[in-house]
């Protein structure tokens, strides 16, 4: 594998492969040029395709049972109300620019989810999306400084799009496209005042696009309607992304690979399953009374003593069992529990959509996707239509199905592969490969010369399909 004094990557979350590689190809002339100057094609994103844990396991090389994230919220315990948030310091193995730290090398990092609180590295590091604010006194930088300097260096730096579930799209569109600018303004800023070795940005923005725009120009969704006012804006958008890759492609050098990739895909929501409305019909799960406004679970009186399984919404299903001698009200006896978690994945994958037809629904269980389990994992992991369906926690809909999201208007949900362009100088030019992203980190760490660890199994980019002896750290 070639090697190289600096590594650039441009992350891009959910950008979708079927726009860039097909429907949006010969439109975008540097993103086109970079695919012609290397290797490039999908990217397979972790189960589940979601930003916390993808990019986490991506810069890190280890899936999502061994980081112990499996979603945004995340139990903490095995009781009825232990969820946190996922942040930085959810993430305790070694990442990337660790690895890099260890030969002197310094790292520009801004935006990689996630990275608030903003953890010390050597180098530079801007707070991801999950930042509660840039303006208030909490540090959201490394250094504590650099805050200050990003703010000028982009007339106010912003790390998300306030309010992205929106009916209002003129105000949602001029959100997206500044927060996409200041975001490249912030990168182009550091990566050229900064004497870096590792170069990273991740542009939440192309995901919020996709959240609020997808139906306006793809025809197959249903709420697509033709001749609409936003019909072009997701083709202008992809154009702008690609004119600031394009500026800060000028800055790489012989010496430096440059890497575009994303997180995961995207596709069109065809609706939403209300799973815990399906568990109470099915008598799995007990509420004392069924609202009669959309109600999170957390907010009703539950009676766990005849509650079987309960789950929480999102882009997937997170679908939990009451287990005897686990939880603490739990009426699943242990000896039942593996033929009723069988009996409620068949159940589940069974759910026709909202025309009474077959979804394709896929069903996992956590020890059938990832080799160790840390923390406290879900008893399934659905999803819904292959992901054409988003799953709806909150009760009150008086139905199975939704055509709505509980949470606001989206219009996308995110799909299983995103994509990756990998070009630098004795990179094997124009040629199409489908890999995996746990193979990003030791590209990355190969790329540099380094060693990489025994726990990063993810087959590398450029080797050849299969998994390669390691050598450890």
């Known amino acids: 594998m070639p090697q190289f004094e600096r590594v650039m990557v441009i992350g ?12 949006f190809a010969g439109q975008l002339p540097h993103l086109d040029r ?3 100057r290397g290797q490039w094609g999908r990217l397979e994103s972790v189960v589940p395709p979601i930003t916390v844990p993808a990019w986490a396991c991506m810069m890190s090389g280890r899936d999502p049972g061994r980081l112990g994230i499996y979603g945004f919220r995340n139990r903490t315990r095995h009781d009825y109300s232990g969820f ?35 953890r010390p590295v050597h180098g530079w590091r801007v707070g991801c999306f999950l930042t509660p604010s840039t303006t208030g006194q909490e540090a959201w930088t490394h250094p504590r400084e650099l805050a200050e300097e990003l703010h000028r260096a982009t007339g106010g730096y912003e790390v998300d799009v306030m309010n992205f579930r929106t009916d209002d799209k003129d105000r949602l569109l001029a959100d997206i496209f500044r927060l996409s600018d200041k975001q490249f303004d912030a990168a182009l800023h550091l990566a050229r005042t900064k004497d870096w070795r590792y170069f990273m940005m991740v542009n939440i923005a192309v995901d919020r696009m996709h959240h609020g725009f997808w139906r306006y120009f793809d025809r197959q969704h249903r709420k697509h309607e033709r001749g609409n006012r ?42 939403g399953v209300c799973i815990n409305e399906w568990l109470v019909r099915e008598g799995l799960l007990a509420v004392d009374a069924m609202p009669k406004t959309l109600t999170p679970l957390a907010k009703l009186r539950v009676d766990w003593a005849r509650t079987r399984a309960w789950s929480e919404g999102g882009y997937y299903a997170r679908v939990f069992i009451n287990k005897q001698g686990r939880e603490p009200m739990g009426c699943v006896a242990a000896a039942d529990y593996e033929a009723f978690r069988d009996d409620l994945a068949r159940r589940i994958a069974a759910i026709p959509d909202d025309q009474g037809r077959p979804m394709g629904t896929r069903v996992f269980k956590p020890e059938q996707l990832y080799p160790e389990i840390r923390g406290v994992a879900p008893d399934l992991l659905v999803h819904f239509g292959d992901l054409h369906w988003r799953s709806i926690g909150t009760l009150g809909h008086g139905s199975v199905h939704t055509l709505e999201n509980d949470t606001g208007p989206d219009d996308a949900n995110h799909a299983q592969h995103g994509m990756y362009i990998l070009a630098g100088r004795g990179i094997e030019a124009a040629r199409s490969v489908d890999r995996h992203l746990l ?31 390691r050598q450890a750290a």
Not at 12 to 23: G, N, R, T
Not at 440 to 455: S, Y
């Open 12 to 23: 891009l979350d959910c950008a979708a492969p079927q726009l860039v590689f097909e429907q």
């Open 34 to 36: 970079l695919r012609r």
């Open 439 to 469: 193979g990003v980190a030791p590209t990355i760490l190969d790329l540099f010369g380094l060693p990489v660890p025994a726990e990063m199994t993810g087959p590398p980019l450029l080797a050849p399909s299969g998994r390669r002896a």
């Open 84 to 118: 946190a948030i996922a942040n930085s310091l959810s993430v305790q193995d070694r990442q990337v620019w660790d690895y890099l730290s260890d030969t002197g090398a310094r790292s520009v990092l801004i935006g990689v989810p996630p990275s608030f609180p903003p």
């Open 230 to 271: 936003y019909e072009a804006a997701m083709l202008e958008f992809y154009r702008r992304v690609d004119a600031r890759i394009g500026e800060l492609l000028e800055l790489a050098d012989d010496q430096t690979a440059v890497l575009v990739v994303s997180d995961h895909g995207a596709k069109r929501i065809d609706g």
